[in-house]
């Protein structure tokens, strides 16, 4: 059996910009998608915690200390709004039992906490 798991998940992004002028998508500081094993490309879950909106996009890598919601995700956040990102696994039973997710907490600037 395959079961979807939570493979990482970002603490408290904050985002810096918006622009509905784009195809939809989430940008996320780099050394934040390093840590936290997402790629460019991934589906990620975004739930932006001042409004309880959920929603699902792609991430694109952005600037550092940069978290950005583009096209129709614009609409779902405002600027200093602070998000949880949430990236899931494909995994077999076996696998999913030893499992630990990547949990990484990010400051009000976007720089992870140590």
């Known amino acids: 059996m ?15 910009g918006k622009s509905i002028e784009y ?5 996320m500081p780099p050394e934040v ?9 991934e589906i ?7 409004t309880g909106a959920r929603f699902n996009t792609y991430v694109i890598k952005g600037k550092p200390g940069e978290c950005r919601l583009l096209g129709g995700a614009a609409r ?3 600027i200093g709004d602070k998000l949880l990102v949430i990236s899931y696994g494909l995994m077999d039973t076996k696998d999913a039992q030893f499992h630990k997710p990547k949990f990484v907490f ?3 600037k ?3 906490k140590k």
């Open 2 to 16: 395959q079961r979807i798991m939570c493979k990482s998940k970002v603490y408290g992004l904050w985002v810096t």
């Open 23 to 27: 195809g939809g998508s989430i940008e």
């Open 33 to 41: 998608l390093e840590a936290s094993d997402i790629l460019p490309g």
């Open 44 to 50: 990620v879950l975004v739930v932006n915690i001042n």
């Open 76 to 78: 779902l956040g405002d």
């Open 106 to 108: 990010v400051d009000e």
């Open 110 to 112: 976007n720089r992870i």
